[in-house]
């Protein structure tokens, strides 16, 4: 199914910013929109989460992920929804992550018309999920993740709790690279001109 230029930005930077956090942390897969079979031998048992977090495979990239090869199943699902998808994503997708051990279910309205509120958050407990409570700010707690999700400008971010910063975006990350270049062109120019009055 097709996704609205802002539905893929969000997902986009979901997806990176993981990647970026669990960078250095072994058997941390992220990934988002990706086929995901979970029958052998029954091509239309399958899901696409926009994002998605597996502990305990390796980070290789794949066309495809399938669950009686890799075991694990992800440990976390994060759907982005919209007025086409949102009674799936609340109805069969959410039995379905829930049949399949999904530990933690988010589900983001970007345009805040469909979800009341437009992030939620789910815990599974045995075998169902029960709702995850958001702290007075707004922000729902990933266990799993060990991250906060919070609406911020109508985007959904993640909110390292032990840095109290968020996660950056790519094009944060971009900005940081460059401001860093810049600096540190500045500073060997200041030591050059140091050096020449010497």
Not at 74 to 103: F, Q
Not at 125 to 135: G, L
Request: include cysteine; aromatic fraction near 10%.
């Amino acid at each position: 199914m097709g996704e609205t230029d802002k539905h893929r930005r969000i997902m986009t930077a979901l997806i990176e910013a993981l990647i970026a956090f669990f960078k250095n942390i072994a058997g941390v897969y992220v990934s988002g929109n990706l086929m995901l079979y979970y029958e052998e031998g029954n091509p239309s048992a399958c899901v696409s989460p926009d994002v998605f977090v597996i502990r305990g495979v390796g980070k290789n990239e794949r066309r495809v992920y399938k669950l009686w090869e890799e075991v694990n199943a992800p440990d976390v699902v994060i759907e982005i929804t919209s007025r086409s998808t949102r009674l799936e994503d609340l109805g069969n997708k959410r039995a379905l992550y829930a049949e399949l051990g999904v530990a933690e279910y988010f589900i983001y309205d970007p345009n805040q018309e469909y979800l009341k509120p437009p992030l939620q958050g789910y815990r599974l407990a045995q075998n169902d999920y029960a709702p995850i409570a958001p702290d007075a700010q707004g922000k729902f707690h990933s266990a799993i993740l060990n991250l906060d999700l919070q609406i911020v400008n109508d985007n959904l971010r993640l909110f390292n709790p032990h840095t109290q910063k968020f996660l950056l975006t790519p094009l944060e990350a971009q900005e940081a690279v460059e401001q860093a270049e810049t600096e540190n062109a500045r500073l060997r120019a200041e030591l050059k001109k140091l050096r020449e009055e010497k």
